[in-house]
């Protein structure tokens, strides 16, 4: 058993961890590419249990309820999207940033109320492009401080990158060139890291939506490097809820 806290600095709603770093944390006691299902909203400032289970998956335990839970998966994305860092740059321009607007404004991963250092700042909007299929983008270039014991970036930081960007594209529609206002929560998160960056790195993210049954909305991600280099690729679901319950409140 492992302890892990969830500092209130990498919250997604107000009062509850970003779903990205919640599952890139419980994703570091998996070798290789995991899968990671939130179970109930991950508590703040509160010693969390992380333990291997019989079966070879791992819980992340609030006392003796499962906040989430992960196992080794296959990452495979039927497609990958791409973008140029000056064509990311040019989409995170028409994003949805603007504190009065945006659903979190003090999300870890996307609130632009969060100052540069301190949150992620990756504000991903749509790219405009002759073809293919509606995609977001938007550039990242890792604070120092979020490198791990080898320098590099943690990688619980890259599964925090490609969430936020996948709820967006999950919310995006193409035809009004406007996003829906659907309050949304992450409900399960796979990924695959090829290469974890240096920090000051700049990199380029992509995410697109994949589907629609009911209340899941699911979606793609993936970062690259600025010379086209593949970093890694996410697939997500996320859940539409009340405005309340996206905000812990209900």
């Not at 040019?90 to 999300?107: D, S, W």
């Not at 604070?143 to 791990?148: G, R, T, Y």
């Not at 490609?162 to 995006?172: E, M, S």
Request: proline share 10%.
């Amino acid at each position: 058993m492992t302890e892990i806290i969830i500092d209130k600095r990498y919250c997604g709603p107000p009062n509850s961890g970003n779903g990205g770093y919640v599952c890139g944390r419980l994703a570091r006691h998996i070798a290789g590419p995991a899968e990671v299902t939130l179970r109930a909203p991950p508590p703040l400032d509160t010693p969390l249990a992380a333990v291997a289970t019989d079966d070879g998956t791992w819980e992340l335990r609030d006392g003796g309820k499962a906040v989430a839970t992960g196992r080794a998966a296959s990452v495979e994305l039927a497609q990958v999207e791409t973008a140029t860092l000056p064509d990311a740059r040019a989409a995170e321009l028409r994003a949805l940033f603007r504190p009065q607007e945006h659903p979190l404004p003090h999300c870890f991963v996307c609130g632009p109320a969060r100052a540069k250092g301190d949150g992620l700042r990756i504000f991903a909007g749509p790219l405009r492009r002759p073809a293919g299929p509606p995609a977001l983008a938007a550039s990242w270039a890792p604070d120092p401080k979020l490198v791990a014991e080898d320098g590099l970036v943690a990688p619980e930081f890259l599964w925090s990158a490609l969430d936020c960007p996948t709820g967006f594209a999950c919310n995006y529609d193409a035809r009004s060139g406007s996003f829906e206002k659907t309050p949304l929560l992450l409900g399960r998160m796979s990924a695959r890291i090829e290469s974890r960056p240096r920090p000051g790195t700049p990199c380029i993210i992509t995410a697109w939506a994949t589907g629609r049954d009911g209340r899941k909305r699911t979606a793609d991600a993936a970062l690259h490097d600025e010379a086209g280099t593949l970093l890694a690729v996410a697939s997500t679901t996320w859940i539409a809820v009340e405005r309340e319950i996206q905000l812990g409140r209900g």
